[in-house]
């Protein structure tokens, strides 16, 4: 009798010594669930092509002509605004480096297409004759070379763009009168500005990605030289030099498709 009391009395003083820690062990908060890591679809180099439409504005202030006979200027000083449009296709290239959502970068094009426009005005010319002149503008390809800033949702990725941009336009000028007087013209030049752009981009399957964007280039005031000649009366023509002031500025709208090729080299 007396061992059966002890083996109960033992019994209690165990359960009543496990009871609070099994106790405490049920009452134990949950463990938070683990975060996914953010997965990172932008990092490494990549190359593509890309399609869209450029819109130009030239805004142009042809100074005082000089004829390599004595006489006055041919045409006399004039202002006017050249509109353009045009296709514009091309290739593109560059590298990411996604941390986190925040996605940076540099990128750079060249675009190859036939933004063109012409203008014509009237002014009075030579010998106090009603003179009409038109101004051809054609700027046959840009590029960029630009900084990428982005934030990443997964396979999205919105992003802005700023850097500097390279052209080269083509100046085309004639005018005529009851003068009479037929003047022709040629011009060229290559110019650098700067650009600002942004888009949305979409990692659509493995490296593959595609892309929608819009850039501003603007590539302030530069003097051109327009050579070429002018006939008056009649042949033989004069030798003419007209220097013209011009401010150009060119939207671009871009859809493009991108291969990632190979992580970053450093």
């Not at 679809?41 to 142009?60: A, K, N, P």
């Not at 003097?223 to 002018?230: I, K």
Request: proline letters at 6%; aromatic letters at 12%.
């Amino acid at each position: 009798m007396k061992n059966n009391v002890l083996a109960l009395t033992s019994a209690l003083l165990i359960g009543s010594a496990l009871a609070p820690a099994t106790f405490a062990a049920d009452m134990a908060a949950p463990a938070a669930p683990a975060v996914a890591p953010t997965t990172n679809y932008w990092s490494g180099m990549y190359i593509g092509g890309v399609l869209g439409g450029g819109w130009e504005t030239t805004d142009t202030n042809s100074g005082v002509g000089t004829l390599f006979i004595p006489g006055p200027a041919v045409p006399p000083q004039m202002f006017q605004t050249t509109s353009g449009s045009g296709f514009i296709g091309g290739i593109e290239g560059g590298s990411n480096y996604q941390f986190g959502k925040l996605v940076v970068g540099w990128e750079g094009d060249i675009l190859w297409g036939n933004i063109k426009g012409s203008s014509a005005t009237a002014f009075t010319g030579f010998a106090g004759a009603p003179t009409s002149a038109l101004l051809r503008v054609d700027t046959p390809w840009t590029a960029t070379v630009a900084s990428r800033v982005g934030i990443a949702h997964e396979r999205w990725l919105a992003y802005g763009k700023a850097g500097v941009a390279y052209e080269h336009t083509d100046f085309t000028a004639s005018a005529s009168s009851a003068a009479p007087l037929l003047f022709g013209a040629t011009g060229s030049n290559n110019r650098t500005g700067w650009m600002v752009g942004g888009g949305l981009e979409w990692a659509i399957w493995g490296n593959w990605t595609v892309k929608g964007e819009y850039d501003y280039l603007d590539f302030g005031n530069r003097s051109v030289a327009l050579n070429g000649s002018t006939t008056f009366i009649a042949p033989p023509s004069v030798p003419t030099v007209v220097t013209t002031l011009n401010s150009q500025r060119i939207s671009e709208f871009k859809f493009g498709i991108n291969w990632k090729f190979m992580p970053n080299l450093w």
